[in-house]
């Protein structure tokens, strides 16, 4: 009965999906997904069958080949079956390496989709194109993000071609399972907005795949299941290229003959429905707002009738607040397997972005739903006719035969389990409400919220911390970053003089001298004895490979020679590529094989025990077309790599540089980079170990930020400043042995981490200190600041984005909130795994003065006594 409240509450938990990390590999590369469960249209032998087409595997004759040449009109395909609904965000492909013998690949391919393999559905882009780039060489990967995603459960891959060709193909798909479990919906089309003074918007379902009769949508999914949620103006997208009012489906009231608009639901199997949420624009000065009430029908069978008792919701109308939102609509635990809801107007318009739902999976026996749902009493008319009441005997006709005590305690122990059962169900509903109110909390400015829940007693001896300055609040402006007139720093300054002063060095000294208390305010003295980087500086480094790790200050000089390298040259032969991890504007960062590493790199070199296996290996390398800068500055990062030398940082190898193109070879740990690794586990317990799931214990994760710590105490002593650190930029061996990276921004799976502002510097702004979003002020203060938002991340197993529940504008704004100072800030929420003391220790990371964080040896030293040797 326990594990079966898990699932529920793990289904209630991922009803709600965010493509930005639904980016999992659904299991072609690892075998999850089985050899019988893909298919082909045809193969070119036994040994290039449909099974054979897996990402970076070569078993047969290394991947799925159809018969003969590919001829433009040709429709062969490759399908898969995923096992159950999907949501699908991201197809990787690759062509026929073979050991370096292949050359066989795809250039372009389409993709179709189906929930039953009956029916199916043509995937285009936003855009209307059906057709999507592939690959140009036999052994690169090429990830490709799916816009919109695709919600299936068999998927086929149609290679596309321009001339006669051989096509040979490996795939992996990458998303996560859809625990919504609905199939279609049908609703009124979208209408056309034409407001004097205001540019035209097209409020239709633009991805809708159903049909379109009518003025009538039905029987397909569109932009309301594409985790996609409008802004709060519903002229603003999301994307690109599309037109005002492309995140929002919106109708008129009266243009449908009625006062609401009714949309029917159906699902892939019956369901026990706790909740619908409908996320709803309310831009009241423009004739927009939330619906006022619902009305939900429910129908257990397709070939029943509606039940003559709905639910019924009423809103409450918000003209305060014109920010969009999440409405939740309780559907007290009925079961149905399709819902018809009427939505009724409270203005002239109503617009919707997105509509799921919470359910349990599995119908809840009825001795189970009497009790769960006996507030309404009036829904046991909606039971299956199959389940059966279960009433209390009565004691005059039952016969007294010596198990009464057994019955009553029975009946005690499951009264017991249906109160932990309501207990757990209203604790839930009320976290989710207070996280859905997080988001309108910074436009109406009301508290600062902070969840914590442990019952951990680790005690983390801390640093003692400064006494506080105390500080007037002051009627500063509000700090916006995508502002333009915040685009200048020194704009920025003027908008806030007291930062302008503390970054003065004549007040407060320069370089890497401390700051003179007795000559500076509070205000300007929050500068630590770390040198400034500025947001220039950011831009120069990531223009090579997409990395902005490490900067130096001290290494400025203008051009660098072979001479400055301390590694040495590897032959370039002896790298044989497997895959491509990432890249940036001018270089790319590979996977390969270094044949011979160990015997090259001699006795001491630092690499794992690979009992025979080829060395892995990660290899940045430079585009030809690279600018000189972008040369000189490989060779700068070369050279300070080739400095550090810590088991908790990873390690230059070798380099490539006598010719074209420049190569830099570090190490590279089996287990991938952390977020990947913590995402794929859940924490150890008596259910993990009786299933077999993966998963850590919390020795581990303390393990983990242990070794971050160090990692990152050890730059600091040499005055690095990282200035991406997170769990994407941490990769882990077999025995859970962290080293501090930088390929995280290079990689397409880590996209949705990196905000760009305007065109300019591409920015982590989830994971930056308040002064580096708002000054470009980057210091090991602010890598402090990472540090705790990493240890967030590590707490909750990297299952959400921090501040998961804001857009990226809100998270800038909120850091203007930080500035200010006034209790307004929105911290991240206490993991319910992190012990309190643990929780302390990040918010002190986030501490608002600079000087009031912890360094990182005081880190260490807190965390270090609460591992295990």
């Not at 707002?289 to 397709?302: A, D, H, Q, T």
């Not at 019924?312 to 109308?317: D, G, K, P, S, Y």
Request: proline share 6%; hydrophobic share 35%; net charge negative.
């Amino acid at each position: 009965m326990l594990l079966y409240l898990l699932l529920v509450f793990q289904a209630n938990a991922n009803a709600q999906i965010d493509p930005a990390h639904c980016r999992y590999p659904l299991g072609m590369e690892d075998g999850r997904i089985k050899d019988h469960d893909i298919t082909a249209s045809s193969q070119w032998y036994e040994t290039t069958g449909p099974q054979y087409a897996r990402l970076n595997r070569e078993e047969g004759d290394g991947a799925w080949c159809p018969a003969g040449l590919l001829q433009p009109s040709d429709t062969q395909y490759l399908q898969v079956d995923l096992g159950q609904l999907t949501f699908l965000t991201v197809v990787g492909t690759q062509g026929r390496y073979a050991r370096n013998s292949g050359k066989e690949f795809a250039r372009m391919y389409r993709l179709n989709y189906s929930h039953d393999g009956q029916l199916w559905r043509s995937w285009k882009n936003r855009l209307g194109n059906k057709t999507m780039e592939a690959n140009d060489n036999a052994y690169v990967s090429v990830i490709k993000d799916l816009h919109p995603p695709i919600i299936s459960r068999y998927i086929r891959l149609i290679p596309v071609t321009k001339m006669p060709t051989t096509v040979c193909m490996r795939l992996e798909l990458y998303g996560c399972p859809w625990h919504d479990g609905l199939t279609s919906y049908s609703s009124p089309e979208g209408q056309v907005m034409m407001p004097p003074g205001y540019p035209i918007a097209s409020l239709n379902d633009s991805t809708y795949d159903g049909a379109h009769e009518r003025g009538k949508l039905s029987g397909g999914l569109g932009q309301l299941t594409d985790g996609v949620t409008g802004q709060d103006d519903f002229l603003v997208t999301r994307q690109y290229h599309v037109w005002p009012g492309y995140d929002y489906v919106g109708w008129r009231n009266g243009s449908l003959g009625s006062g609401y608009v009714e949309m029917e639901f159906v699902f892939d199997k019956q369901r026990n429905f706790t909740s619908m949420k409908v996320h709803s624009n309310n831009m009241f000065y423009r004739g927009v707002k939330i619906f006022s009430s619902v009305s939900c029908s429910f129908k257990p069978r397709l070939i029943a009738n509606w039940e003559t008792e709905p639910v019924e919701f009423r809103t409450v109308l918000d003209d305060r607040n014109p920010s969009a939102r999440y409405v939740t609509v309780p559907l007290g635990r009925r079961n149905a397997k399709a819902l018809r809801c009427r939505f009724h107007f409270a203005d002239v318009w109503m617009m919707f972005s997105e509509i799921s739902f919470q359910s349990a999976d599995t119908v809840i026996p009825t001795q189970i739903t009497l009790a769960v749902t006996s507030p309404w009493p009036k829904e046991e008319s909606s039971m299956p006719t199959t389940h059966k009441t279960v009433t209390t005997p009565s004691t005059k006709d039952q016969p007294d035969d010596g198990n009464t005590p057994i019955l009553i305690g029975c009946l005690v122990t499951i009264i017991l389990l249906l109160v932990v059962i309501i207990f757990l169900i209203l604790w839930c509903q009320y976290v989710c409400k207070v996280l859905e109110k997080a988001p309108r909390r910074i436009l109406e400015e009301e508290v600062t919220v902070r969840l914590s829940s442990s019952s951990d007693t680790i005690i983390l001896q801390t640093p003692p911390v400064p006494p506080r300055v105390s500080q007037m609040d002051h009627p500063y402006e509000r700090v916006f970053l995508l502002d333009p007139q915040y685009q200048d720093p020194a704009g920025l300054r003027n908008k806030l003089p007291e930062l302008s002063r503390s970054a003065e060095t004549s007040a407060c000294g320069g370089g890497y001298a401390e700051p003179d208390v007795t000559q500076c305010t509070p205000h300007q003295c929050f500068q630590s004895s770390v040198p400034h980087y500025a947001e220039t500086d950011i831009v120069s480094l990531q223009g090579v490979t997409g990395s902005n790790m490490y900067a130096v200050p001290a290494l400025t000089v203008d051009s660098l020679t072979r001479k400055d390298i301390s590694v040495a040259e590897f032959p370039r032969h002896r790298l044989l590529f497997r895959e491509k991890l990432g890249e940036g504007q001018f270089g790319e960062v590979h996977l390969c094989e270094a044949e011979g590493l160990p015997e090259f790199l001699g006795e001491g070199a630092p690499l794992p025990d690979r009992d025979g296996r080829p060395v892995l290996v990660a290899v940045k390398q430079l585009r030809a077309d690279a600018t000189n800068n972008a040369r000189n500055d490989f060779l700068k990062e070369i050279k300070i790599m080739s400095r550090l030398n810590d088991p908790n940082i990873i390690q230059l190898l070798c380099v490539c540089v006598s010719s074209d193109p420049l190569c830099m070879v570090t190490e590279y740990m089996d287990n991938g980079d952390l977020n990947m690794f913590l995402s794929q586990r859940e924490m150890e317990s008596t259910l993990t170990h009786a299933n077999n799931i993966p998963a850590v214990s919390l020795s581990d994760l303390l393990h983990m930020s242990v070794q971050i710590s160090s990692g990152m105490r050890y730059l600091a002593s040499l005055n690095f400043v990282h200035r991406d650190l997170a769990t994407r930029n941490c990769l882990l061996d077999r025995r859970l042995t962290i080293k501090i990276a930088d390929f995280g921004m290079s990689r397409n799976l880590y996209s949705s981490d990196y905000y760009r502002i305007q065109g300019r510097a591409v920015l982590p702004i989830r994971w930056m200190a308040w002064e580096s979003i708002l000054l470009g002020k980057f210091t090991t203060a602010s890598d402090v600041w990472a540090f705790g938002v990493t240890l967030w991340e590590i707490f909750t197993l990297c299952k959400e984005q921090p501040y998961s529940l804001l857009s990226d504008e809100q998270v800038i704004e909120n850091t203007g909130e930080f500035f200010r100072n006034q209790g307004r800030q929105i911290f991240l929420y206490a993991p319910l795994l992190c012990p309190p003391s643990l929780f302390e220790l990040m918010m002190r990371c986030w501490d608002r003065d600079i000087a009031d964080r912890p360094t990182f040896e005081g880190l260490y030293q807190a965390l270090r006594p609460h591992v295990v040797q």
